[in-house]
């Protein structure tokens, strides 16, 4: 079953795409990663997933086949927005009780313990909480409706470091529970890394690479060689050129592990982090196919 | 950290049943607590205010009439009195009142989608299982049914502190300050108030900007329904001439719509009577005296299109009707941008 199936998805916003011809099939018992900058269509992608915010063009469905937004589909997935919006003025037990009332399933014992463990007190107001401890609450409040997809949007912008290990072994836990799929998106892919299990990496409104995150590693790896030759390397699928010195680096798409290496030129294996930076660099789909360009590497927020 | 874990997942993959409306109840009372709370409690000081100066009036004006005889200097005193202090009190809160409605719209109705739009809540609420229209429809049906009846509570209390001044005032049932404070009409206006307010926070997704708009827009309804309420199909015609035309007006004056005459065998009266009797009407000494003489002299029939008093209720059912099925049809706009309007 597919948690998230898209088909030429797209929404503008005053005729600008926020999200362009996004075609997805994100299958179900992942923790997905939904990676790009700030402004790639993360937010967008998510809010239509979760029903809130209507396509423009193309469709998505959710949970095997459920139009977005429809009652099945509310039903079975919680949404956690960026900067997990609650009621200010409510405590921390009004959350409770507001979201058990505009639930079919809510597990109160559940919620109210993991609050006591996180050290919330059910009577302080959610406006008076840390950023953390609103993520927190939210998060519960999420989990409490026992659902089958769990889409988190940005969820570890506001939190400090102890408080996203927290976090994520909160999701990672209710996903070995309960079998929930996870759809998280960040634009710091090294916090998820340890954790995502499938990648969805988004940039500029359009998906640039999606996968498995185990056969996007073993479908890729990075040649070492002579720079400025470009020898024997014209057949390959070069995702992104840098070049060190004398040597080039390529990181290429290959069709598998057998895939032999040109002559000359080393293999190496492939991190998340360098292949997901090599799809937000590459060039986008609206330039026109060429040789690779050669840049040189430089640090960019992906990489911190 | 130790780690909690969930009860084993409930059979699934059938059609959720939806989540019970009445559970909005509690929703709509704690997350709209303040307004719940203060519409009555602000509503009810003025009620205070009412019953206290209300006492004070009534006394005044039994006094004002059991005053015997009426022509003596004693009783004029009190008259003048009456006239000038305890009519300086009525009039002003006969007209702060036409405020009460636009406040309510303004203060109780336009922040409601307003707020959670502003603060991004709604992700949040639209995202339940309960489903955004039907949250949005129970909430604003609660809340509207809310404040028009404690609207409609208040009417009364007013009701009964104006009463002295229909008779002493020359103020007719009909009069457009008098007439839209009543139960049927105020509850009407209240709840269109509402309505719109909520619209505009929908539509407008802030509550500043919504809150001018709602102000400026029931301003404007209340002034034309002023001028439209002498056109509600409820007016009847006769050529009985003791009705009509001449003030001053009293407690038990019809509306009057229309007046015209006609010549001897209905043929319509001639341009300089007609001419001859509106320069009476305006600038007359005895106008009452004049126009009968000139009705007499030209065999005029004088006809009155008018409301009767009897037709009051009918009349308030009327206000209250038109702007019922306004509010609603207002509501049904917002449930239609809550289902439509992306977020």
């Known amino acids: 079953m597919n948690v998230i199936e898209t088909n030429g998805l797209g929404k503008s916003y005053r005729h600008i795409w926020a999200l362009h011809e996004c075609t997805l099939a994100i299958p179900g018992g992942h923790l997905a990663a939904l990676v790009g900058p700030n402004g790639a269509g993360k937010s967008t992608l998510m809010n239509m997933a979760a029903g809130l915010t209507v396509p423009t063009a193309g469709a998505v469905t959710v949970l095997g086949g459920q139009p977005a937004g429809s009652p099945a589909a509310l039903d079975g997935i919680a949404f956690v927005a960026q900067d997990s919006p609650v009621y200010k003025n409510l405590s921390a037990g009004d959350m409770l009780h507001l979201t058990r009332n505009l639930n079919r399933r809510f597990e109160q014992r559940y919620a109210q313990d993991r609050l006591a463990e996180l050290g919330i007190p059910l009577k302080k107001k959610a406006g008076k909480l840390s950023g953390g401890q609103q993520a927190q609450l939210a998060l519960t409040l999420a989990l409490a409706r026992r659902p089958r997809l769990l889409i988190l949007d940005e969820p570890l912008a506001a939190l400090d470091p102890l408080a996203r290990q ?85 990181l290429v798409r290959i069709s598998g592990p057998a895939d032999p290496v040109p002559p000359g030129w080393e293999a190496h294996p492939v991190s998340l982090e360098e292949l997901t930076l090599a799809y937000l660099r590459a060039p986008g789909s609206t330039e026109p196919p060429g040789p690779p360009s050669v840049q040189n590497a430089e640090p960019t927020e992906m990489a911190r | 950290m130790t780690v909690l874990t969930l009860p084993a997942q409930p059979h699934q993959g059938t059609m ?95 922040p409601v989608l307003a707020r959670e739009l502003e603060t991004g809540t709604f992700r949040y609420a639209w995202t339940q299982g309960f489903g955004r229209e039907r949250w949005a429809i129970a909430k604003l049906t609660l809340l509207a049914i809310a404040v028009t009846a404690v609207a409609a509570a208040f009417s009364l209390v007013f009701t009964w502190f104006f009463q002295p001044f229909l008779p002493q005032e020359d103020q007719s049932v009909y009069t457009n300050t008098v007439f839209d404070l009543r139960v049927v009409s105020f509850a009407g206006w209240t709840l269109a108030a509402f309505a719109i307010g909520v619209f505009f926070g929908m539509l407008l997704r802030r509550i500043v ?44 004056d019809p509306l009057v719509v229309s007046t015209w005459y006609t010549g001897p065998g209905g043929k319509p009266a001639s341009q300089s009577v007609v001419s001859q009797i509106s320069s009476i009407l305006h600038n007359g000494q005895n106008p009452r005296a004049s126009l009968t003489q000139i009705i007499a002299q030209h065999d005029l029939t004088q006809w009155t299109r008018y409301i009767p008093v009897s037709r009051f209720w009918p009349m308030q059912l009327f206000e209250g009707g038109w702007l019922l099925v306004l509010a609603v049809l207002v509501m049904a706009a917002t449930v239609w941008l809550v289902r439509h309007r992306a977020a």
């Open chain 1, 166 to 250: 927290d976090f994520l072994a909160t999701v990672m836990t209710a996903m070995a529970d309960d079998g929930v799929s996870v759809l998280l998106s960040s634009h710091a892919l090294a916090d998820l890394e340890r954790v995502a299990d499938y990648l969805v990496v988004l940039s500029g409104g359009a998906v640039r690479v999606d996968g498995e995150v185990d056969d996007l590693l073993a479908s890729h790896r990075v040649l070492t060689g002579p720079a400025g030759t470009g020898q024997h390397v014209e057949h390959l699928s070069v995702v992104q050129a840098k070049r060190a010195g004398a040597q080039a680096h390529l």
């Open chain 2, 16 to 110: 959720p049943r939806q989540v019970p409306w009445r559970r909005m109840a509690w929703v709509t009372w704690r997350q709209h607590r303040a307004t719940l709370i203060s519409v009555p409690a602000v509503l009810g000081a003025i009620s205070v205010f009412l019953l206290i100066a209300g006492l004070k009036i009534h006394h005044d004006y039994a006094t004002l009439t059991a005053c015997h005889p009426a022509s003596s200097n004693t009783c004029g005193t009190l008259n003048t009195n009456f006239n000038r202090v305890d009519w300086t009190i009525g009039n002003t809160v006969s007209i702060l009142l036409h405020l009460v409605p636009a406040l309510i719209g303004a203060f109780a109705g336009a």
């Open chain 2, 209 to 252: 900007p919504a809150m001018a708009a709602t102000l400026g827009v029931y301003l404007g309804l209340a002034l034309a329904a002023w001028g439209v309420r002498a056109h509600y199909p409820l007016a009847v015609v006769t050529s009985n001439p003791s009705i009509g035309g001449i003030g001053p007006f009293s407690v038990n």
